[in-house]
């Protein structure tokens, strides 16, 4: 079987200026700490970040956003961390950063979508707010539902709390929020893993993220101070 | 100031039932749970992923993987469970959240809601809050009255909406309000105010409920 533990630097090997990455957690609980290092580390720069929050600074998402590399944030809340609309509001074009914000629900159920082979969704989110804007106004049943599209990622860069070597993977408490559909809705997924175990230690029953989502993973992950 | 946001959660408290299912936004609606009758339990959900959240974690016992929505560090309750936030979603649009208790910047006699955006203001997000208050069961607003005096119920909101007629009650220091298809309804006055004074701080016309009781403390 292929060997998918390697290094966080080998495992963003293949992320580039201007990619797309979903990033799991909420306000970084659940967000794959030593992978963002190593991107910030790496550099890339005018990369689309999908995750929940911005993070605060100098944790989870918050670290890309202070290095400037991230060119379009799509979330549904960025108010924990300040340095979002300082930047969202600068005249510098190299620091401009541009936030597209979608409901928390949206969010999720768009990528859960784009996942799971679907062309769409019809939600009554957003019906009648800034949030309409621009998208098809769906009635079904007698009631106004907006039709979101699905969404997906070149990467996706995940936190398991435990994880076998086919990348079978499960997460504690809170952290697993977005970790499960990002999984299966980029091309590229890594875990970044608290603890690594043999295939067949973890219980079937208890496994979340199937190892077939899975392409790198990269030990040393651990459960982070907020 | 603490003691009014006390009396307005202490009366939201009361409307909720054994056994409901609750979602609570961040700040004075987070105090609703302090305040419930010893007889009543609820299922607190969190959209982070928790159906049966507990109180906020003891200082040097927190588990760094259990956080709720507002990012602070809290337990779980005998019988709880977690899942994504697409699960959570799902429960919450599937309206299988009883109720849900949020402040707003904005309510109109329509049931519009505003409570995530003021232009040319630092842009924070919605995070969880369109979803949440077109998918609960019952909406219930707990805020102040008024802004320092400006009104924030009014015939038409003037900031963003986060969703319209979604609005079931409002509860403020002043009184307890229902939004129906007439109109705001005042059915309890806090015995600190007069008539003149909740109409008065009010942006809209106040239809006095016949049958109109003190709102206790």
């Known amino acids: 079987m292929k060997n998918k533990i390697m290094t966080a630097e080998e495992a963003i090997a293949g992320i580039k200026d201007g990619s797309s990455i979903m990033v799991g957690g909420f306000m970084a609980c659940g967000t794959p700490e030593i992978?963002?290092?190593?991107?910030?580390?790496?550099?890339?720069?005018d990369l689309t970040?999908?995750?929940?929050?911005?993070?605060?600074?100098?944790?989870?998402?918050?670290?890309?956003?202070?290095?400037?590399?991230?060119?379009?944030?799509?979330?549904?809340?960025?108010?924990?961390?300040?340095?979002?609309?300082?930047?969202?509001?600068?005249?510098?074009?190299?620091?401009?950063l541009e936030c597209i914000l979608v409901p928390q629900g949206t969010l999720a159920e768009r990528i859960r979508a784009y996942g799971a082979g679907l062309g769409g969704f019809l939600t009554p989110t957003g019906v009648g707010t800034i949030v309409a804007e621009g998208k098809q106004v769906i009635n079904a049943g007698g009631k106004d539902y907006l039709l979101e599209e699905p969404l997906k990622a070149d990467f996706a860069l995940l936190r398991g709390s435990v994880t076998d070597k086919f990348g079978n993977t499960t997460y504690n408490g809170t952290t697993r929020t977005f970790n499960p559909m990002m999984a299966t809705a980029a091309d590229y997924v890594i875990v970044g893993a608290c603890e690594i175990v043999e295939i067949g230690d973890i219980d079937p029953n208890n496994v979340v993220t199937s190892g077939i989502f899975v392409d790198a993973i990269v030990g040393g992950e651990k459960p982070w101070q907020i | 100031m603490a003691d009014l946001k006390a009396r307005i959660a202490t009366r939201v408290a009361k409307e909720l039932k054994d056994g409901d299912v609750v979602?609570?936004?961040?700040?004075?609606?987070?105090?609703?749970?302090?305040?419930?009758?010893?007889?009543?339990?609820?299922i607190l959900q969190s959209e982070?992923?928790?159906?049966?959240?507990?109180?906020?974690?003891?200082e040097g016992k927190e588990d760094v993987d259990i956080i709720n929505a507002g990012a602070q560090y809290v337990t779980i309750n005998i019988g709880a469970m977690y899942f994504d936030s697409a699960t959570s979603f799902g429960i919450i649009r599937g309206g299988h959240v009883d109720a849900t208790v949020l402040g707003a910047l904005q309510v109109d006699k329509h049931g519009n809601l505003a409570n995530w955006i003021v232009p040319g203001k630092m842009v924070s997000?919605?995070?969880?809050?369109?979803?949440?208050?077109?998918?609960?069961?019952?909406?219930?607003?707990?805020?102040?009255?008024t802004q320092k005096?400006?009104?924030?119920?009014?015939?038409?909101?003037?900031?963003?909406?986060?969703?319209?007629?979604?609005?079931?009650?409002?509860?403020?220091?002043?009184?307890?309000?229902?939004?129906?298809?007439?109109?705001?309804?005042?059915?309890?006055?806090?015995?600190?105010?007069?008539?003149?004074?909740?109409?008065?701080?009010?942006?809209?016309r106040l239809i006095i409920s016949p049958d109109l009781k003190p709102m206790e403390d």
């Open chain 1, 35 to 45: 992978l963002i290092d190593a991107l910030v580390e790496k550099g890339a720069k």
């Open chain 1, 49 to 96: 970040i999908i995750c929940n929050d911005a993070g605060v600074p100098g944790r989870g998402v918050g670290k890309l956003i202070t290095s400037g590399q991230v060119k379009t944030l799509i979330a549904s809340h960025v108010g924990l961390n300040p340095e979002v609309a300082q930047r969202m509001n600068t005249e510098d074009p190299r620091e401009k």
């Open chain 2, 125 to 145: 997000g919605m995070g969880g809050a369109m979803d949440l208050v077109v998918g609960a069961k019952k909406v219930i607003i707990s805020m102040l009255h």
């Open chain 2, 48 to 58: 982070n992923g928790i159906m049966g959240m507990g109180p906020a974690a003891e």
């Open chain 2, 149 to 204: 005096g400006a009104h924030k119920i009014l015939d038409e909101c003037t900031l963003p909406y986060t969703a319209i007629k979604v609005v079931d009650m409002i509860v403020t220091e002043m009184g307890v309000m229902e939004v129906t298809d007439e109109g705001i309804v005042l059915k309890e006055l806090h015995p600190d105010f007069t008539l003149d004074e909740i109409k008065e701080a009010t942006g809209c």
């Open chain 2, 23 to 42: 979602n609570l936004g961040i700040g004075l609606p987070t105090k609703v749970a302090n305040y419930l009758p010893g007889d009543v339990h609820i």
